[in-house]
């Protein structure tokens, strides 16, 4: 009888040191995710879950994505040879917050991905055709992000509608 009071008792912290360690390893192992995780963006901030004004014609159900989240919709293919990063083109581009208020406009030539215009179009406009027309809608942080700009407010998500005028030399 001797013999199996120890035992038990030396089963007994056994168990009790492996809970000690699987909670601890599942503690070490939330923070690990928590660190490769990070908090969801506020909803007003996620463009599919946002409402949009019935005049911008937005239907992220028929938007392809870009990987780093840039929706968009060729709703005019155009002619000729796609462009691409580093091409120079002449644009006309219109801005809208989701509830309809415009905040951009402008007819002007730039350099595809040379920062001239919010990264979510120095992104989207590749592949486009002289002549194309493509809607966009853009997050946050492709966009003027936490900062917000002149008219843009903090994390607005922005649609855009581009129209691709021609290929520049």
């Known amino acids: 009888m001797r013999r199996r009071k120890p035992l038990l008792i030396t089963v007994l912290l056994l168990l009790g040191a492996a809970c000690k360690a699987d909670s601890a390893a599942g503690r070490a192992a939330e923070s690990i995710r928590a660190a490769f995780d990070p908090p969801l963006p506020p909803p007003d901030t996620i463009p599919g879950m946002l409402q949009y004004a019935a005049d911008l014609q937005v239907n992220i159900s028929e938007m392809a994505q ?22 120079s083109v002449a644009v006309a581009l219109w801005g809208w917050l989701p509830d309809g208020t415009p905040v951009d406009s402008a007819v002007t030539a730039l350099s595809i991905g040379g920062g001239q215009v919010i990264h979510g179009l120095d992104l989207g406009i590749p ?6 027309r493509r809607q966009f809608v ?5 966009a003027y992000g936490a900062e917000g ?9 922005l649609v855009y509608l581009v129209d691709l005028l021609t290929k520049l030399p």
């Open 127 to 132: 592949g486009m055709k002289p002549g194309g």
């Open 149 to 157: 700009g002149d008219n843009i407010p903090p994390n607005a998500v």
């Open 138 to 142: 853009i997050p946050p942080g492709l």
């Open 66 to 87: 870009l990987p780093e989240g840039v929706l968009w919709t060729d709703l005019s293919l155009g002619e000729g040879a796609e462009v691409a990063t580093g091409d």
